[in-house]
Nanobody, 123 residues
Framework: QVQLVESGGGLVQAGGSLRLSCAASGRTFSSYTMGWFRQAPGKEREFVARMSWGAGSANYADSVKGRFTISRDNAQNTVYLQMNSLKPEDTAVYYC????????????????WGQGTQVTVSS
């Protein structure tokens, strides 16, 4: 079992930065791939970034490449999302999730989700 709690959201002007944190409980945290997702009003939840358990590789949505950076500290059971050069279209509730690669479906399956943290970017 993994429990996730996000923090760090808030209101920021366009061009500004925020750092989201996701604190995880559970002794097997380091074995999970950690992801960040977001959901804007009236839109479906979308993938933002992902980092493997060994922190050796990261993947990003095209919309955030070069602006967002995902990192993790397995010793602290925490994953971060550094968001720079924020745009109004980044406004959404941001969720972290823990999952693993499913060989059968050939995609990452996220079984654990946080409650979300609101990020609002004003123009």
């Amino acid at each position: 079992q993994v429990q996730l709690v996000e923090s760090g959201g808030g209101l920021v002007q366009a061009g500004g930065s925020l750092r989201l944190s996701c604190a995880a409980s559970g002794r097997t945290f380091s074995s999970y791939t950690m992801g960040w997702f977001r959901q804007a009003p009236g839109k479906e939840r979308e993938f933002v970034a992902r980092m493997s358990w060994g922190a050796g590789s990261a993947n990003y949505a095209d919309s955030v490449k070069g602006r967002f950076t995902i990192s993790r500290d397995n010793a602290q059971n925490t994953v971060y999302l550094q968001m720079n050069s924020l745009k109004p279209e980044d406004t959404a509730v941001y969720y972290c999730a823990a999952g693993r690669w499913d060989a059968l479906s050939r995609k990452y399956e996220y079984n654990y989700w946080g409650q979300g943290t609101q990020v609002t970017v004003s123009s």
